[in-house]
């Protein structure tokens, strides 16, 4: 847990805090956002002791921040920052090393660790763990960056707009990956944004700042539907009548005649099916319509080769994106545009197979919007 | 000219390049760490540079006598400027970013100068030295008036006896040295480049 009592802070005249007082779960997701120059980083950054504040104390856990010396309090607080950050003279693998190797841990075990984090990531290590940093987009640099900031495993993670500098598409993706690593890895994480979309899909609690104070701190629920004052409901835009109005959703683009199989399908059958509706694969699901994954005729044909004759049950795929029909669809679209499959699979909420969005989908939709229907 | 004269030169710019890189380093080191020495260290080493090489020369002789450690120590002094200015300056021009990781992970100032900024550095210092011998290799000329030997005293004798011939070579031979030099390092300093950035060029 962090708290923060009456926290200040000035240079020279200019207060920058004028008394923060907030409470951080332990496992929560708090985002600090607010206009330019309200105070979001000096707040972050009094958490990790890179700002000391004039006054006022910040407990992680019950204990006083400024009794700890700093470099260990640092050590075991991670930090991701928008500009990255990475040192370019070292490769991917030490760069995520280093917070391990200052502590002076085993080389095994930093091996170890680098090895797990690249996998959380779906960084191939092979691939990766020797690039420089020059030789990676600006999204594979951030996720090196937070691997960088989790490798020590800290109960404590602090992002300054991790994500601001990356283009839209990319920026999604993380937000989703860290989203799901936070589920996985229940840190508490302080995350600085100036974007309220961003706030709203990742936070648990959005705090509110306004020329160093703490306007509001709400779940993005509450804070869409009672904004405090017109500083955050100018900050909302117009979304909290999105919550009539509501947005696309994959729905709208969805396929519904799509080729499907059962598991207990031969090889030969299954192959068949997929010369006479000319498919590469198909969706496998359930007598009761369960969706259970897609099977994928170079997967079949491999099998053949080998001369083994089974059913397509044991050659399901389970790692093909999938969406339910109320899902936004931008986000949809930004998924299967970073996957290897060219479609989606649209799930009804009782996980039963609704329909497909494709590529190809997309780019009709898109179309019609550019060029009416 | 002898092969004996070549290598005296050699050996007069690879002693005193060598006490410039370790007493360059650490001063240019020092003025980035500690602001107050800064000004001090620059202005020093900046003033060692505008006196004449010779006069500087001749100022050390009166204490230490005509002999190699002379030249050495005189042409030491004269090339701290590079070394200590492209250290300072390397230091100081690591990306902010960089730094703010860096000492936001968690590293002392320690770490941070030996696993990150001088690594950072290390091309810009490379460049210094590389500075710091051309010089070097011109400026040693003048070690034969204070007991020095190399290159110097050849051009010097041939000065003295009109002979053309052995002045023209003696003078190629320094060019060779100085501009081959300054080929080989500025070859090895864009590979650092190219090793921290993806580019040769800057
Ligand atoms: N070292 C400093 N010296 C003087 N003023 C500073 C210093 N650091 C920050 N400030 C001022 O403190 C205020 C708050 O800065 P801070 O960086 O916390 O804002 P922020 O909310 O993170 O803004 P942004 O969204 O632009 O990143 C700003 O007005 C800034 O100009
Ligand atoms: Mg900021």
New interface residues.
């Given amino acids: 847990m962090i708290d923060f009592q009456n926290v200040r802070k000035s240079y020279d005249d200019t207060k920058v805090l004028k008394g923060i007082n907030l409470n951080i779960k332990d496992g929560e997701f708090a985002v600090l956002i607010g206009p330019s120059g309200c105070g979001k980083t000096t707040t972050l950054k009094t958490i990790?002791r890179?700002i000391e504040p004039d006054s006022g104390k910040i407990y992680i856990d019950g204990q006083d921040i400024s009794t700890f010396d700093p470099?260990?309090?640092?050590?075991?607080v991670?930090?991701v920052?928008q500009?990255?950050?990475?040192?370019?003279?070292m490769t991917v693998e030490e760069n995520i090393g280093?917070?391990p190797k200052?502590l002076k841990y085993e080389e095994k075990e930093i091996d170890k660790i680098v090895h797990e984090m690249l996998e959380i990531a779906e960084m191939d290590y092979d691939e990766y763990a020797h690039k420089?940093p020059?030789?990676m987009s600006g999204g594979q640099q951030q996720r090196v960056?937070v691997l960088?900031?989790l490798a020590a495993s800290p109960p404590i993670v602090l992002m300054d707009e991790p994500f601001g500098a990356l283009d839209p598409v990319t920026r999604t993706t993380l937000q989703n990956e860290i989203v799901e690593l936070q589920k996985k890895l229940k840190k508490t994480i302080v995350f600085v944004t100036h974007d309220m979309d961003e706030a709203i899909k990742i936070a648990d609690n959005i705090v509110f700042m306004d020329e160093g104070e703490i306007i509001q701190v709400a779940s993005p629920e509450e804070m869409l539907t009672n904004p405090k004052n017109d500083l955050i409901r100018s900050f909302m835009g117009d979304r909290s009548s999105d919550i009539e109005n509501q947005p696309q959703v994959v729905d709208d683009f969805m396929y519904t005649n799509i080729s499907t199989a059962y598991p207990d399908y031969s090889f030969k059958k299954a192959i068949g099916l997929m010369a006479r509706k000319k498919v590469d694969t198909l969706i496998v699901k359930d007598r009761d319509e369960t969706f259970l994954g897609v099977v994928m005729i170079k997967d079949i044909n491999h099998k053949l080769k080998s001369g083994e004759k089974s059913t397509i049950g044991s050659l399901i795929r389970t790692d093909i994106p999938t969406a339910y029909s109320n899902t936004n669809a931008e986000e949809s679209f930004n998924e299967l545009m970073e996957s290897e499959y060219d479609y989606i699979v649209v799930l009804r909420a009782n996980n039963t197979l609704a329909g497909i969005v494709t590529q190809t989908n997309i780019a009709k939709s898109l179309a019609n919007a550019v060029w009416g229907e | 000219m002898t092969i004996d004269m070549i290598t005296t030169h050699l050996l007069l710019v690879f002693f005193s390049v060598l006490l410039t890189i370790i007493f360059g380093v650490p001063l240019g080191v020092v003025a980035y760490i500690f602001p107050k020495a800064r000004k001090i260290i620059l202005k020093v080493v900046e003033v060692l540079q505008t006196v004449p090489a010779l006069a500087l020369l001749g100022v050390i002789m009166v204490f230490l006598g005509p002999d190699r450690a002379t030249v050495i120590i005189g042409l030491f002094a004269y090339s701290l400027l590079p070394v200590v200015l492209n250290t300072y300056t390397g230091l100081v021009e690591v990306?902010p970013?960089?730094k703010?990781?860096?000492?936001?992970?968690?590293?002392?100032k320690i770490?941070r100068l030996f696993?990150?900024e001088l690594?950072?550095a290390l091309p810009l210092i490379f460049s210094g030295v590389r500075l710091a011998i051309v010089t070097s290799v011109g400026v040693a000329v003048f070690g034969a008036f204070v007991g020095g030997g190399g290159l110097g005293s050849v051009i010097y004798e041939s000065i003295r006896v009109s002979n053309m011939k052995l002045l023209l070579q003696s003078t190629a031979v320094l060019i060779v040295m100085a501009v081959g030099f300054d080929f080989v390092m500025s070859k090895i300093e864009k590979q650092m480049n190219k090793?921290?950035?993806?580019n040769s060029v800057d």
């Fill in positions: 990790n890179l470099v260990k309090l640092r050590r075991s991670g930090y920052i500009q990255i950050g990475l040192f370019p003279n280093i917070v200052l420089y020059y030789e960056g960088r900031a | 990306d970013a960089v703010e990781a860096a000492k936001g992970i968690g590293m002392t770490n696993l990150v690594p950072l090793k921290l950035t993806g």
